[in-house]
């Protein structure tokens, strides 16, 4: 099985932006590991020496120690893990990845890039490899985003509208566009243009991917799941509406999901 062994000391400087740092290691067994769209960019490495294969669209081998930026996604995954996997993730909350990257996020939007291109003379990946203990790696890469983290009165300000932006939009009711304009006083493609410099996506996109990767949790974990009952309630047309930007998002009908979840470990 895999085990997620998170940071449990994270800075207070980083606490605003950074959700989770962790550690993922053991097996799957040689089972794909299914990744739902989870909102965030993520910092992915690598560091262990073994090989994985991941199914992006079309599937390639990982081999050996590897550091990668994984954007904004609209889609799932599958990972199949070698038997000694070790991954070291970074998960920024929605509105705050920004404030470590200089590139507007919508250019990382379902893609994965080397961190090199991103984060140039970084040597970070090099002195993980040659890290005592999981302490020493978190206090390593805490100290690599907290030189990154940028000083930026305007930006603080971005994101602390897009954090109130993005709670509205995950109520059990979310607002409109039109709600949204009128209550943060912003025309509503000045707010589209905020999102997908900050966030990586559009405010319609990020509900749609945000609504199913919930219902997907409830799906596998309640056996009286009702999809017409969370698909109006969640503002969906109809249940034809919701099952299809299920299969989009996730891979599989409700009722595929459920019934695979034996067998397809899911990390979120």
Not at 49 to 66: F, K, L, M, T, Y
Not at 185 to 201: D, P
Not at 208 to 221: F, G, Y
Request: with cysteine; hydrophobic share 40%.
């Amino acid at each position: 099985m895999l085990s997620w062994k998170p940071c449990s000391n994270l800075h207070s400087q980083l606490r605003p932006y950074v959700q989770s740092i962790a550690l993922i290691e053991g097996s799957s067994g040689n089972l794909p590991v299914r990744n739902l769209p989870t909102g965030n960019v993520q910092v992915l490495m690598q560091i262990s020496e073994s090989s994985a294969r991941c199914e992006e669209g079309e599937s390639h081998q990982i081999n050996g120690p590897q550091f990668s930026v994984i954007g904004q996604r609209n889609r799932y995954s599958l990972y199949t893990p070698a038997p000694d996997t070790r991954i070291l993730c970074i998960e920024f909350y929605p509105h705050s990845a920004s404030a470590f990257f200089r590139e507007p996020l919508v250019n990382l939007y379902n893609l994965t890039i080397a961190a090199a291109d991103l984060w140039p003379q970084t040597d970070l990946l090099a002195r993980i490899l040659d890290a005592r203990d999981n302490d020493e790696i978190f206090a390593l890469v805490q100290r690599e985003l907290l030189l990154r983290l940028r000083q930026d009165r305007a930006l603080e300000q971005r994101i602390d509208l897009l954090q109130n932006v993005l709670t509205e939009l995950n109520a059990a009711k979310p607002s409109t566009m039109t709600n949204l304009s009128r209550k943060f006083g912003l025309h509503r493609r000045a707010l589209e243009r905020l999102f997908r410099e900050y966030i990586g996506l559009s405010p319609a996109a990020y509900a749609r991917v945000s609504r199913i990767t919930r219902a997907a949790k409830i799906v596998a974990t309640d056996d009286g799941f009702a999809a017409i009952d969370y698909a109006l309630d969640q503002g969906f047309f109809d249940q034809a509406h919701f099952n299809h930007d299920f299969k989009a998002i996730v891979g599989l009908s409700p009722t595929e999901y459920r019934n695979s979840v034996a067998n397809l470990q899911d990390l979120h």
